[in-house]
């Protein structure tokens, strides 16, 4: 019963069993923000979707250390990260603020996110600021064995000669010639030798705010370099999982791996896991295109390209309605369908406590639990366990009304599965049931409509049960009294 895990590697392409190096213990890395803005639904999408792999690789036994970074400093503008303004720094300007009120101000919106949508915090959760003397450690390591130079203070990694002995491409499965001729020219002013090489340490100009000494030049960090010090310093030379969005793979990721070579000669992590895009009817979510969306804006509804809100549970199943590799659109037609679905999914979870078993049963729940671990040994597969969990629903309503019989032990692990499988491996909870006086205020309309039924006030009677039914519930009138229940 429950078999191998086995993960897609980016690495190598294909779906590889995975196997820990130091078991039961797993070291996960997962990218995280870079904290000038509010959090963002594709950052969502994937802290999410890594969330799900922590829970599930801790249901399976293994004591996970996951770090997740913070990335307050370093991060330019460019596409490769080290060209342009400082991301931070150009906010806190424009807010005439320290560039650290920037940092605090939307790493407190982070968390608050990650909270709403009950994303569990990882192990451990460092900051670029608090590893600068571990990444100046890195570059003379990457100095010395002959993979970076100096220029005016600043410290190149030099791709081209890195790629004489180790593959730069290995990642993205791309050559060297064709990265470089999809480059563009580098101009007169760029101290670079070659287009592909990328920043270790930046000399600061007198006017930035935020910088360090260092044997080089009083500067700062390039964006690269962080997770190599930070994953290093925490799991050491090599670990498990590297995690992160799909648009950190072709760069970011790709330059990791050199770093990490290039100074311990090893690839850092043995499984890289990336999660896709989020797209939002159809076209890529992004700024320029006035169709991003903030979580927050998400579930009041405050926005011009989704007609209603959705509560935060409601877009964490929508999101785990898709496998964590595959594009995912929103629109309001797959909202709606994701909220009528959790619905049902959570309905038939607050059955679960008033089930009576018989004694004798017609149903076996342990093949289904196995098809639940099936699904998820099968990477993580959660829109096929959400499917298994639309089954394991069927039976709780059907055993509810009556229609199937379950005996004792079925029953203890009909639970077993939706507490497991629910609660612990998905993270949805119940919005509903927070509110833990909303049974008593419900038992207590349905007695007074019971009352008025009694009294043959059927119109009050029926009243009740259409504006309950207008929020959300639905009544059931049976041999043993009526029973409410969410739509």
């Not at 791309?174 to 563009?184: A, G, P, Q, S, Y």
């Not at 999101?319 to 595959?326: E, G, M, P, V």
């Not at 959790?342 to 309905?347: A, E, G, I, P, V």
Request: hydrophobic share 35%; net charge negative.
């Amino acid at each position: 019963m429950k078999q191998n895990l086995f993960v897609y590697n980016t690495l190598t392409r294909k779906k590889e069993e995975f196997k820990p190096i130091n078991p039961p213990h797993v070291g996960m890395y997962v990218c995280g923000p870079t904290v000038y803005s509010n959090a963002h639904l594709g950052n969502s999408r994937t802290y999410i979707s890594f969330d799900l792999i922590f829970r599930y690789l801790t249901l399976l036994g293994y004591k996970v250390r996951y770090v997740r970074n913070i990335t307050d400093a370093g991060h330019l503008e460019g596409d490769a990260g080290d060209e342009g303004e400082d991301k931070i720094e150009k906010k806190a300007k424009l807010a005439q603020v320290e560039p650290m009120e920037i940092v605090q101000k939307y790493t407190v919106d982070f968390r608050d996110v990650m909270r709403t949508f009950n994303v569990l915090p990882p192990s451990i959760e460092p900051t670029a600021t608090g590893h600068i003397i571990e990444q100046i450690e890195l570059v003379k390591l990457i100095l010395h064995n002959g993979y970076a130079y100096e220029v005016n203070g600043s410290i190149y990694f030099d791709v081209e000669k890195y790629n004489k002995t180790q593959d730069y491409g290995i990642l993205n499965g791309r050559k060297l010639e064709d990265l470089i001729n999809n480059t563009r020219d580098l101009g007169g002013q760029d101290e670079k030798r070659g287009k592909l090489d990328f920043a270790l340490w930046i000399k600061a100009k007198p006017e930035h705010l935020m910088k360090w000494p260092s044997p080089w030049s009083v500067g700062f960090p390039g964006w690269h370099l962080e997770c190599s010090a930070m994953s290093n310093k925490y799991l050491g030379k090599q670990f498990d999982i590297h995690g992160g969005g799909i648009d950190l793979m072709p760069t970011h990721h790709t330059n990791e791996i050199a770093q990490s070579m290039a100074a311990c000669h090893t690839n850092p992590a043995k499984y890289w896991i990336h999660t896709n895009m989020l797209t939002i009817n159809g076209q890529k979510m992004s700024k320029s295109l006035g169709n991003s969306i903030l979580p927050h804006e998400l579930f009041s509804g405050d926005n011009p390209i989704l007609s209603k809100g959705y509560s935060p549970m409601t877009v964490r199943f929508f999101i785990l309605q898709a496998h964590y590799h595959s594009t995912l659109d929103i629109s309001n037609d797959a909202m709606d369908a994701s909220e009528k679905g959790f619905k049902r999914l959570m309905n038939s979870f607050g059955l679960l406590d008033s089930l009576v078993a018989s004694s004798n049963g017609e149903v076996e729940i342990a093949p289904l639990i196995q098809r639940c671990y099936d699904a998820m040994n099968d990477d993580f597969n959660s829109p096929v366990l959400i499917a298994e969990l639309f089954e394991a629903s069927r039976i709780v309503n059907s055993v509810k009304d009556g229609k199937l019989k379950i005996d004792a032990e079925n029953l203890a692990l009909l639970k077993q599965l939706m507490d497991t499988f629910v609660q612990d491996v998905l993270g949805l909870k119940d919005e509903q049931a927070a509110n833990d006086d909303l049974p008593n205020v419900l038992n207590m309309i349905v007695d007074i409509r019971n009352g008025a039924k009694t009294n043959k006030d059927y119109a009050t009677s029926d009243k009740i049960r259409n504006g309950l039914q207008e929020i959300g519930f639905q009544l059931k009138d049976g041999k043993d009294g009526t029973t409410w229940s969410k739509i």
